[in-house]
């Protein structure tokens, strides 16, 4: 019954900034841990960014400093705030709880960073 919509990827240049949204439905994020990974092709997809559902936060350190994870309650939409980007960040990103099993995953969405 989750669901999971991710948006707000597309291509930016080195430096640049996206704002990416995991629209959710079936769930409450306020009362959920929720994570955005990162997957290249042939790659495992790795967590970068956590919220707990009282509000605490953690970040993988290649993203410290630069990303910021938030949530708004009324739209049970997580946010991701992507800043001073790098080609490195190059990957299709989602969102999901922090349960086991998982939730079945949405689309993701392409962040594609250029130098």
């Known amino acids: 019954q989750v669901q999971l919509v991710e948006s707000g990827g597309g291509l930016v240049q080195a430096g640049g900034s996206l704002r990416l949204s995991c629209a959710t439905s079936?769930?409450?994020?306020?009362?959920?841990?929720m994570g955005w990974f990162r997957q290249v092709p042939g790659n495992q997809r790795d967590l970068v960014a956590t919220?707990?559902?009282?509000?605490?936060?953690n970040y993988d350190d290649s993203v410290k400093g630069r990303f910021t994870i938030s949530r708004d309650n009324p739209k049970n939409t997580v946010y991701l705030e992507m800043n001073s980007l790098k080609p490195s960040d190059t990957a299709v990103y989602y969102c999901?709880?922090?349960?086991?099993?998982?939730?079945?995953w949405g689309q993701g969405t392409q962040v594609t960073v250029s130098s």
């Open positions: 079936g769930m409450l994020v306020e009362f959920n841990d």
């Open positions: 919220i707990t559902g009282d509000g605490q936060t």
């Open positions: 999901n709880r922090l349960t086991r099993p998982f939730d079945s």
